[in-house]
């Protein structure tokens, strides 16, 4: 995996050849599966020699998941440790609120005698995961060619919402996190006042995240059910509560033509274009926006790519900028392990 020359990522480690072969464990923190990865750098980029998953909750903390990695895999004085985290990372510390793990850089440092360990919010691990990526890995929504010079918006439903960007400074792409996905959301119509009123007597306060994440589509969905009495088949109730929510959601919508399972997903895209409008202009995201997480991966098919585009340019006065920024969908998953690996081979002089 060597970096895309359309992403030009802020790398200055990649000039000192000091980076290259090196070893390097890369390791992505989800609250039900944890995966982890062996990597040695080189060329600009990194190659992934290995690579397992393991139950989050099986473990007491992640040095305990780290520790039987490197056993299982025979490894022996691996230089590098670099961790993506569904949450914020201060002074190398971390408590996300998904995961039941206290993380700290000094600890795995100290412990397995890395000489350098990186940690970093999931999304803008994907952001550098993502600079690694070929076209083809790239979907288009709207484009006018491709990416062009400016900030980038990285918006990614899935556990939760994840959202980062890219600065450009002039030259380079900067990753950089946000928690913007914790922001509240806010109703525009009568029956979204109505969804609004039902979340607020589960959640209190209610965020984004509790719209465009796997909970946010199930929240879309019994509010359907439950509030708009939408009928529900008898066998859909069973698929969904013994399956993958958000596949069987979306089979149901493609292959039965199911009516609540076609408005939860239309739904769900109105506010996902809604909150890449408000993304998009809080960043001032000229250069593009790219739409990341496992939901879309799932649905991508479903989406109408022009009734998307359509709802995320409207504006009161920054249409003209909004109709002209493209959007893609990244069609791949493994952006925030490689991330993480990549940014600890080369962001260092």
């Given at each position: 995996?060597?970096?895309?020359?359309?992403?030009?990522?802020?790398?200055?480690?990649?000039?000192?050849?000091?980076?290259?072969?090196?070893?390097?464990?890369?390791?992505?923190?989800?609250?039900?599966?944890?995966?982890?990865?062996?990597?040695?750098?080189?060329?600009?980029?990194?190659?992934?020699?290995?690579?397992?998953?393991?139950?989050?909750?099986?473990?007491?903390?992640?040095?305990?998941?780290?520790?039987?990695?490197?056993?299982?895999?025979?490894?022996?004085n691996?230089?590098?440790?670099?961790i993506?985290?569904?949450?914020?990372?201060?002074?190398?510390?971390?408590?996300?609120?998904?995961?039941?793990?206290?993380?700290?850089?000094?600890e795995?440092?100290?412990?397995?005698?890395?000489?350098?360990?990186?940690?970093?919010?999931?999304?803008?691990?994907?952001?550098?995961?993502?600079?690694?990526?070929?076209?083809?890995?790239?979907?288009?929504?709207?484009?006018?060619?491709?990416?062009?010079?400016?900030?980038?918006?990285?918006?990614?439903?899935?556990?939760?919402?994840?959202?980062?960007?890219?600065?450009?400074?002039?030259?380079?792409?900067?990753?950089?996190?946000?928690?913007?996905?914790?922001?509240?959301f806010?109703?525009?119509?009568?029956?979204?006042?109505?969804?609004?009123?039902?979340?607020?007597?589960?959640?209190?306060?209610?965020?984004?995240?509790?719209?465009?994440?796997?909970?946010?589509?199930?929240?879309?969905?019994?509010?359907?059910?439950?509030?708009?009495?939408?009928?529900?088949?008898?066998?859909?109730?069973?698929?969904?509560?013994?399956?993958?929510?958000?596949?069987?959601?979306?089979?149901?919508?493609?292959?039965?033509?199911?009516?609540?399972?076609?408005?939860?997903?239309?739904?769900?895209?109105?506010?996902?274009?809604?909150?890449?409008?408000?993304?998009?202009?809080?960043?001032?995201?000229?250069?593009?926006?790219?739409?990341?997480?496992?939901?879309?991966?799932?649905?991508?098919?479903?989406?109408?790519?022009?009734?998307?585009?359509?709802?995320?340019?409207?504006?009161?006065?920054?249409?003209?900028m909004?109709?002209?920024?493209?959007?893609?969908?990244?069609?791949?998953?493994?952006i925030s392990?490689?991330?993480?690996?990549?940014?600890?081979?080369?962001?260092?002089?």
């Amino acid at each position: 995996m060597n970096l895309n020359p359309k992403f030009p990522l802020y790398l200055p480690g990649v000039k000192n050849n000091t980076n290259d072969n090196v070893s390097i464990i890369g390791a992505n923190l989800r609250e039900d599966t944890t995966t982890i990865g062996y990597y040695i750098s080189g060329n600009a980029g990194i190659e992934l020699q290995l690579k397992k998953t393991y139950i989050t909750k099986e473990y007491a903390s992640f040095s305990d998941v780290l520790a039987q990695f490197i056993q299982e895999s025979q490894l022996e004085n691996v230089k590098r440790l670099g961790i993506s985290v569904p949450g914020p990372v201060i002074d190398g510390k971390s408590h996300p609120a998904r995961l039941n793990w206290n993380l700290d850089i000094s600890e795995y440092q100290e412990k397995f005698g890395f000489e350098k360990v990186n940690m970093l919010n999931d999304q803008e691990a994907a952001a550098y995961g993502i600079g690694l990526l070929d076209d083809s890995e790239l979907d288009a929504i709207y484009t006018s060619g491709y990416l062009e010079k400016g900030n980038v918006a990285i918006l990614a439903p899935g556990n939760g919402l994840g959202e980062a960007g890219y600065f450009f400074d002039g030259k380079y792409l900067r990753p950089f996190a946000t928690e913007g996905g914790h922001s509240e959301f806010s109703p525009r119509t009568n029956v979204e006042v109505e969804f609004y009123q039902f979340l607020n007597n589960i959640y209190g306060i209610v965020s984004w995240e509790s719209v465009l994440s796997k909970t946010g589509l199930f929240n879309i969905y019994r509010f359907l059910r439950d509030v708009k009495r939408h009928p529900e088949p008898e066998w859909l109730a069973e698929r969904l509560a013994n399956g993958n929510f958000t596949e069987e959601l979306y089979k149901a919508a493609m292959e039965e033509d199911v009516m609540i399972c076609k408005i939860a997903l239309d739904t769900f895209l109105e506010f996902l274009a809604r909150e890449a409008n408000n993304l998009t202009l809080k960043l001032k995201a000229t250069g593009g926006l790219l739409i990341a997480g496992d939901i879309p991966q799932i649905i991508r098919n479903y989406i109408d790519r022009d009734k998307f585009y359509e709802k995320f340019k409207i504006s009161d006065k920054m249409e003209d900028m909004l109709k002209n920024i493209p959007i893609y969908i990244v069609n791949t998953d493994s952006i925030s392990i490689n991330g993480a690996a990549l940014y600890t081979a080369y962001f260092t002089e």
